[in-house]
């Protein structure tokens, strides 16, 4: 038994855990503050406020506002969390700062109201708030040292896959596609769920339904991707369309060759699902298990998850020698 596995795992998941943290906390200050003072505030909340000296001209229940502004810290915590990369923890931690210190806010302004249409939101919050993003911000930046840092792309003289054999006037090419169903779900319940939310949802609902639109779009777009290998190169693109794309010409190509990648190396090496960019290395990461890397004549790897990858490898570098390049 490998015994640097578990730790190795833990580093890996040590981002995540970091960009997860103060919407959890956000959360946790926000629902006791609620708690506590909920029987101070009125049935029917002021949650938006105009330009005019900050009159309230959108208003919630008190128990939707529970669930609407739990739901979105939530979401902005998971949305975070999955797109999270080493260098970015600072805007993780200053949204959760601006969005919790609003809610936050919120609720001490809408304490004892009697009218809710005379509660009044100063600039002075909008203010306060963005100085305590600006704070944790540089507290997320400094716990950026706590994550592991990527480790540089592999030598380009690391041996690679085998040759595919072809002769000198034979063309091949190589293609598949390849899924990943939870982000499938994922993509098609957060569009499903965005007209409803917009037309139905009371503010600041609505704001969720945005998050649909976010969520949904590039989730479906990356949820089946075809990878294809032929005599321009490598080319990934969306199953769906044909753009956007990626595409990695054969004088680019230094190598290639297959690996297969566990949920540890993935979290570890490109930080997650989706399309990643790392230091050192790029990929299209929709699943765990088979993937093909490509090494780039700059030093740099691009990666796709996709069945067999041994075969696109071999191939490719069948191609790339012919071109000159290996």
Same mark, same amino acid.
């Given at each position: ?9 833990? /580093? @890996?998941? #040590?981002? =995540? %855990?970091? +960009? ?10 926000? &629902?006791?503050? *609620? ?87 100063? /600039? @002075?919050? #909008?203010? =306060? %708030?963005? +100085? ?10 400094? &716990?950026?040292? *706590? ?93 769906? %369309? ?85």
């Amino acid at each position: 038994m490998n015994r640097a596995a578990p730790r190795l795992r833990a /580093l @890996a998941a #040590l981002p =995540f %855990a970091l +960009a997860a943290l103060p919407f959890a906390l956000a959360l946790v200050v926000h &629902l006791v503050l *609620l708690a506590l003072r909920y029987d101070r505030l009125p049935d029917t909340l002021a949650t938006h406020f105009g330009p005019d000296g900050g009159h309230a001209d959108g208003f919630t229940g008190r128990t939707a506002f529970t669930a609407v502004s739990a739901g979105l810290l939530l979401t902005l915590g998971a949305g975070w969390t999955l797109l999270v990369r080493r260098g970015s923890l600072w805007g993780a931690w200053a949204t959760a700062g601006f969005t919790g210190t609003l809610f936050v806010l919120l609720v001490r302004d809408n304490l004892d109201a009697t009218d809710p249409a005379r509660v009044e939101s100063p /600039l @002075a919050n #909008l203010l =306060f %708030a963005g +100085a305590v993003a600006a704070l944790l911000a540089l507290a997320g930046q400094g &716990l950026t040292r *706590l994550a592991p840092r990527d480790e540089p792309a592999a030598d380009p003289g690391t041996p690679d896959a085998p040759r595919l054999p072809l002769g000198a006037s034979e063309v091949a090419g190589w293609t598949r596609a390849t899924a990943s169903r939870p982000l499938t779900v994922l993509a098609v319940l957060a569009l499903a769920a965005t007209p409803a939310v917009l037309l139905l949802a009371p503010w600041p609902a609505a704001l969720l339904g945005l998050l649909g639109l976010v969520v949904g779009l590039p989730g479906l777009a990356l949820a089946r991707v075809r990878v294809t290998v032929d005599r321009r190169g490598v080319t990934v693109r969306s199953a769906l %369309a044909s753009r956007p794309r990626a595409r990695i010409p054969l004088d680019e190509v230094a190598g290639a060759s297959a690996r297969d990648l566990d949920t540890a190396a993935v979290l570890a090496e490109f930080g997650g699902w989706g399309y990643r960019v790392r230091a050192h290395r790029t990929g299209v990461i929709v699943r765990s298990g088979e993937a093909l890397v490509v090494r780039r004549s700059g030093g740099r790897e691009f990666a796709v998850t996709v069945p067999d990858a041994r075969t696109a490898a071999a191939l490719l570098n069948t191609l790339a020698e012919r071109h000159g390049k290996v």
